[in-house]
């Protein structure tokens, strides 16, 4: 296959045929391996155009996320990589610096790369550099507050930044809002980016090779006067026919047939608790019409694409604006309606100021529900959600409530949705939810922690993403003569202090299990309540060492963060606390 280098001596006939290649490649990989391949199959013909117009090694290619980098990756070098795409050192799903030079930008989260595109064009332009930076950036993310700080900057005076905007009509879902009508034809879009003073060129079919490569390079010459813009019209999921009729036109998907869509990746067992949400939001919506579901372009992380078809006026998908989220939920909340904001909790992160200032400031009852808590799989490292605790448990008037099964869910959810006086968090493991729960599931009230089992060696304290390995644990330790107890810890905030106190007071030993960076976590407010009270009892901390982990499954995650069973008898040994 041709790479970056070679790409510029192909004629336009030989490029056409390339990107059919390509086309035919990503889908018989893909389809394998599973990945993002909606967006990817969008721009082909796109990627294809930017390497002939532009010389890679001195210009940048900056791509926003990396959802549509798999063409980038194949003219670099990459095929060989491909098959290990979704495995466990394998090529990454987005762009990433580490695989390759020509990899710019490592970001898993929508609408930085303008910002970033302005700081190394200003580097360019004050060095007296040549080289151009251009900012790949989808339709989706301009709805990004980051995004509109950064087109604010891009004209202050004129930088060699060229922005592109892939323009499908979708982030995940479709596009909402206000940017989804500027864009929606050349005229209302040219007339907004020149009244900001942007250069504006546009591509009506971006799947057009001769056309793209015209355009772009008439704005490569127009950067010599202003930061410029290319709106590209494209196609998500453009040449497979199973993309068209997929509501989120194949976004990402796990292994799959190409010709019927059929997954080819066994299904989990036992359903999930973002079931749980939609099905728990849905009944409680039906009977009281003052609650309302927010999520910021990811209803299918919280289980409300349902909602969003049945109460479309009390399911509000905002975009992908988690900033927005969160205001619009405090001013619902101002108006005495009844909130559940829904975010990924990778997301949740890029609201933090308004959940800080907006939310809990004011003292308002917003329940937000975060999905994906903890390890999350094979996206970015980014995307693990291991610092939640650490950062949620310092924010004044905010409850902290872990979800371990889906009793407890569903159970604070509809307790939220009659008595909510104050912010709260409800966090919820990412797996599926245990076939046999109900094995483990005890009859107390949802006000308290819950006692699994009682112990006289030892208690094993677990939020509810490790109950599983608390549970493991537990039967490890039997083994070797231990009777060691579980509690199902699911007040992180406010910490039910004295009942713990008097748990674990005199026991031989406790062992903390959380999926989260070990500073400021679950375990340092164990030890804390150990420190501040004299108590003289052993503490483990098993948790996370602070630092960006790698993507995997949680089985691989767990040993590389030596949080897995085989790890803490280690340490019990280790303190000689099994002899």
Same mark, same amino acid.
């Given at each position: 296959m041709p790479t970056s280098? %070679?790409?510029?001596?192909?004629? #336009?006939? =030989?490029?056409?045929? $390339?990107?059919?290649?390509? +086309?035919?490649?990503?889908? %018989?990989?893909?389809?394998?391996?599973?990945?993002? !391949?909606?967006?990817?199959? &969008?721009? /082909?013909? $796109?990627?294809?155009?930017?390497?002939?117009?532009?010389?890679?090694?001195?210009?940048?290619l900056l791509f926003d996320v990396g959802h549509q980098g798999y063409t980038h990756k194949l003219l670099t070098g990459r095929a060989e990589l491909f098959p290990s795409l979704n495995s466990i050192g394998g090529m990454?799903?987005?762009?990433?610096?580490?695989?390759?030079?020509?990899?710019?930008?490592?970001?898993?989260? &929508?609408?930085?790369?303008?910002?970033?595109g302005t700081g190394i064009a200003y580097a360019n332009k004050i060095s007296n550099s040549d080289c151009i930076t251009v900012a790949i950036v989808g339709d989706g993310a301009f709805v990004e507050g980051m995004t509109f700080e950064g087109l604010n900057y891009a004209t202050q005076s004129p930088l060699p930044l060229l922005i592109i905007i892939n323009d499908n009509g979708m982030s995940i879902p479709k596009n909402v809002g206000s940017v989804n009508h500027i864009l929606a034809n050349e005229q209302s879009a040219s007339d907004y980016f020149k009244a900001m003073n942007f250069d504006y060129f546009h591509i009506g079919d971006g799947h057009d090779l001769a056309s793209s490569i015209k355009v772009l390079q008439q704005a490569k010459h127009a950067l010599q006067n202003k930061t410029t813009i290319v709106h590209v019209k494209t196609v998500k999921g453009k040449g497979l026919d199973i993309a068209k009729n997929h509501p989120y036109k194949l976004h990402f998907s796990?292994?799959?047939?190409? *010709?019927? &869509?059929?997954?080819?990746s066994p299904t989990p067992a036992g359903k999930s608790y973002t079931e749980v949400i939609g099905n728990t939001l849905s009944r409680l919506i039906s009977n009281d019409q003052s609650i309302f579901a927010l999520t910021p372009s990811t209803p299918y992380a919280s289980g409300l694409d349902k909602l969003l078809i049945d109460f479309p006026e009390n399911s509000i998908d905002v975009g992908m604006a988690e900033q927005q989220?969160?205001?619009?939920?405090?001013? #619902?909340?101002?108006?005495?309606?009844k909130v559940f904001l829904c975010y990924q909790s990778t997301f949740m992160q890029r609201a933090m100021d308004q959940i800080f200032h907006d939310i809990c400031f004011m003292n308002l009852p917003v329940t937000i529900i975060s999905s994906r808590s &903890?390890?999350?799989?094979?996206? %970015?490292?980014?995307? @693990?959600?291991i610092y939640d605790l650490s950062y949620l448990r310092g924010l004044p008037n905010l409850e902290i409530f872990?979800?371990?099964?889906?009793?407890?869910?569903?159970?604070?959810?509809? #307790? +939220?949705?009659?008595?909510?006086?104050?912010?709260? !968090?409800? $966090? @919820?493991?990412? =797996?599926?939810?245990? %076939?046999?729960?109900?094995?483990?599931?005890?009859?107390?009230? !949802?006000?308290?922690?819950e006692i699994i089992f009682e112990g006289n060696d030892g208690y094993i304290l677990s939020v509810g993403n490790r109950l599983t390995t608390a549970i493991e644990l537990r039967e490890k *330790?039997?083994?070797?003569?231990?009777?060691?107890?579980?509690v199902n810890v699911r007040w992180i905030k406010p910490f039910h202090k004295e009942s713990i106190k008097q748990l674990i007071k005199n026991t031989p030993f406790v062992v903390t299990l959380e999926e989260n960076v070990k500073e400021a976590g679950f375990g340092s407010i164990v030890s804390e309540l150990i420190t501040d009270n004299a108590l003289s009892?052993?503490?483990? +901390?098993?948790?996370?060492?602070?630092?960006?982990?790698?993507?995997?499954?949680?089985?691989? $995650?767990?040993?590389? =963060?030596?949080?897995?069973?085989?790890?803490? /008898?280690?340490? #019990?040994?280790?303190r000689k606390l099994l002899s």
């Open positions: 280098q %070679s790409i510029s001596n192909l004629n #336009l006939n =030989e490029l056409n045929e $390339l990107a059919e290649k390509i +086309r035919t490649f990503i889908i %018989s990989n893909v389809s394998k391996t599973g990945g993002h !391949i909606g967006a990817n199959l &969008g721009v /082909i013909e $796109l990627t294809i155009a930017l390497h002939y117009v532009f010389d890679l090694q001195k210009d940048k990454s799903r987005f762009i990433c610096p580490k695989e390759s030079k020509y990899d710019i930008l490592d970001a898993s989260h &929508g609408g930085t790369a303008v910002s970033i796990m292994p799959f047939d190409p *010709l019927d &869509g059929a997954s080819t989220a969160a205001g619009m939920a405090a001013g #619902l909340a101002m108006s005495h309606k &903890g390890f999350a799989g094979f996206d %970015s490292p980014t995307h @693990h959600a872990y979800a371990g099964s889906s009793r407890d869910l569903q159970e604070m959810i509809e #307790l +939220r949705a009659h008595t909510a006086t104050k912010p709260m !968090i409800i $966090l @919820h493991p990412y =797996e599926a939810i245990r %076939s046999d729960e109900q094995k483990y599931l005890q009859k107390q009230p !949802i006000e308290q922690n *330790l039997t083994q070797l003569g231990k009777s060691v107890g579980i009892t052993p503490l483990i +901390r098993i948790a996370i060492e602070n630092d960006y982990t790698s993507t995997g499954d949680k089985e691989y $995650l767990s040993k590389l =963060e030596q949080i897995d069973c085989a790890s803490i /008898i280690k340490q #019990l040994n280790s």
